[in-house]
């Protein structure tokens, strides 16, 4: 079992609603990364915070969003919920200064949007 | 741009037999290549991670393997148990500190 945690476990809302997931990265880690995994795909990279400022976005709308805390904990945020946006969100976080380390994933949340 | 492809996309085997998973990437620089399992609605678990210079990396019974000129990554798993059934997925880090490249997974099923 790793360190890192997310809230909630699962999550139902209605299109054009907003929501926030939340996830603890693990202890000594400095940078998490969020990943949207579709049924029957591997996960797409959204983005990625270190010291608290994105430091790379994969190819996801301005309406996804995040935070990074000064514990190293973040939050994705999406407006404006799409029937597509349903899947399992899933958050990892690492040691920006060990690249050549594993990352470690935490037990995802799974989003329906309705 | 990386793309990870993983073949089969799923597997049916008797507990007990030795078997190979295979993850092939288009570009072969890369950083590093991880492997991971995943059960159904779930995480991901890391299983190994093999540096740019490896060649391969061993834990109990899964042993990694890469072949970063081909732009292969083998998984091999011993003696199969159905605790093994989940999707493994490969993933590759293109640079340091890029994010990961993940393939579709290969969805495991050892028989009992």
């Known amino acids: 079992e790793t360190g890192v945690t997310q809230s909630p476990t699962h999550l139902i809302k209605t299109r054009g609603q907003q929501v926030t997931l939340r996830c603890s990265s693990q202890?000594?880690?400095?940078?998490v990364s969020w990943y949207q995994q579709a049924l029957g795909q591997g996960p797409q990279f959204i983005f990625q915070?270190?010291?608290?400022?994105?430091?790379g976005r994969g190819n996801f709308p301005p309406r996804f969003s995040g935070l990074q805390f000064p514990n190293y904990s973040s939050e994705l945020n999406v407006n404006a919920l799409e029937l597509d946006d349903s899947a399992l969100y899933l958050c990892?976080?690492?040691?920006?200064?060990?690249?050549?380390?594993?990352?470690?994933f935490g037990q995802g949340t799974r989003l329906t949007v309705v | 741009k990386q793309e990870v492809t993983q073949i089969p996309a799923a597997l049916s085997v008797p507990e007990g037999e030795n078997l190979v998973l295979n993850c092939s990437f288009t570009?072969?620089?890369?950083?590093?290549l991880q492997w991971f399992r995943q059960d159904p609605g779930k995480g991901l678990t890391s299983l190994l991670l093999?540096?740019?210079?490896?060649r391969e990396q061993t834990s109990g019974r899964l042993n990694a393997s890469l072949d970063k000129s081909s732009g292969r990554s083998t998984l091999y798993i011993a003696a199969s148990q159905p605790g093994d059934s989940a999707t493994y997925l490969c993933?590759?880090?293109?640079?340091?500190?890029?994010?990961?490249?993940f393939g579709k997974g290969t969805r495991l099923s050892v028989i009992a």
């Open positions: 990892a976080s690492s040691f920006i200064a060990r690249p050549n380390t594993e990352a470690f």
């Open positions: 202890s000594g880690h400095n940078t």
């Open positions: 915070y270190y010291r608290e400022e994105e430091n």
């Open positions: 570009d072969s620089a890369i950083y590093n």
């Open positions: 093999i540096q740019s210079s490896q």
């Open positions: 993933a590759v880090r293109p640079e340091g500190n890029t994010p990961l490249v």
